[in-house]
């Protein structure tokens, strides 16, 4: 479990208005509350769980039957996909959303907003060291800084896997992405997308030649979330639909009514070779606007 001197150490070490410790179950969590808005954060993973900004609801959804164990992934938030997307090795999306990182500093920036830095080393184990550095403000921000501080070349695909909160996924609108070409892993064929991307059959498509941002529309919550990238021409969008909904015991039958993932990633031919000493940073900004 997560070295609980670890928080431990910085309550004693920190004091904020806006950030406190807590916990999830087991897992130790970080809870920040600012003028913009509250997030929580597990030290598990690196794992965004809640981004509400202030006077809405929460921008992200968390299955109500998500695992909350060691080991296992969380259903929702935002799950770290690294060093390797999809089931390129077991066990599928790699093994950082599944292990403990180490909490580096926590700080209050000057307008207000809040920042967590968290350290992964698998240095051991794969040469590389991964550091994720979270602000919570008006927006939400999140770096992932990949390091190779082995001795070999390292193919790098990631994807930052954020479950957005909807109202109805029929309703839901992706802007962004017209003309753009894909991967079609339900139908397991190329596409080339024009204008706005709707929802009504389970939807698994990699775009992997745009640095677009992305803005989910939702017209029941009349309400717009952007979705900003850099360092990623990859992204990928995801709703299991029906039968894969009620064939994951970690997702609610229905649940897929009310999300849609929208992910800065790294993959497919977008995926980052580094070379010893290579760093590389993926990074996505979230707003509702
Ligand atoms: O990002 C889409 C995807 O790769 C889908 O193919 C599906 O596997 C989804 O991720 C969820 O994967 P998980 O391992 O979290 O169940």
């Known amino acids: 479990m997560i070295d609980k001197n670890n928080i431990q150490d910085f309550e004693n070490r920190f004091t904020s208005r806006t950030i406190k410790f807590s916990s999830v179950n087991a897992f130790p969590s970080i809870q920040v509350s600012n003028d913009f808005a509250q997030a ?4 598990y993973g690196s794992h965004v769980l809640s981004f509400i900004p202030k006077g809405s609801r929460d921008v992200l959804w968390l299955s109500s039957k998500s695992k909350m164990t060691p080991g296992k992934a969380i259903r929702g938030g935002i799950p770290i996909c690294w060093p390797w997307f999809g089931p390129l090795a077991t066990p599928a999306h790699g093994i950082a959303r599944i292990l403990e990182w180490k909490l580096e500093d926590i700080y209050s920036e000057k307008d207000g907003s809040d920042t967590l830095m968290l350290s992964l080393d698998c240095s051991d184990s794969n040469g590389l060291r991964v550091q994720s550095k979270i602000n919570v403000g008006a927006a939400l921000s999140f770096s992932l800084s990949t390091e190779n501080v082995g001795h070999e070349d390292y193919s790098l695909t990631s994807a930052l896997h954020a479950y957005f909160s909807v109202s109805e996924i029929e309703k839901v609108q992706v802007k962004g992405l017209d003309k753009e070409p894909y991967f079609d892993k339900v139908a397991n064929a190329s596409g080339f997308n024009k204008g706005e991307l709707c929802f009504h059959a389970e939807t698994d498509a990699v775009f992997d030649q745009t ?79």
């Open 40 to 43: 929580e954060i597990l030290l």
């Open 211 to 289: 640095q677009a941002s992305v803005i989910i529309q939702d017209r029941d919550w009349k309400r717009s979330i952007r979705l900003e990238k850099s360092g990623s021409k990859s992204t990928v969008i995801w709703n299991p639909w029906i039968e894969k909904s009620k064939s994951m015991d970690d997702f609610p039958d229905q649940g897929y009514r009310n999300m849609i993932c929208v992910e800065a990633a790294n993959v497919g031919a977008d995926a980052r070779v580094l070379q010893p000493g290579e760093k590389h940073t993926l990074f996505a900004r979230i707003v509702e606007e």
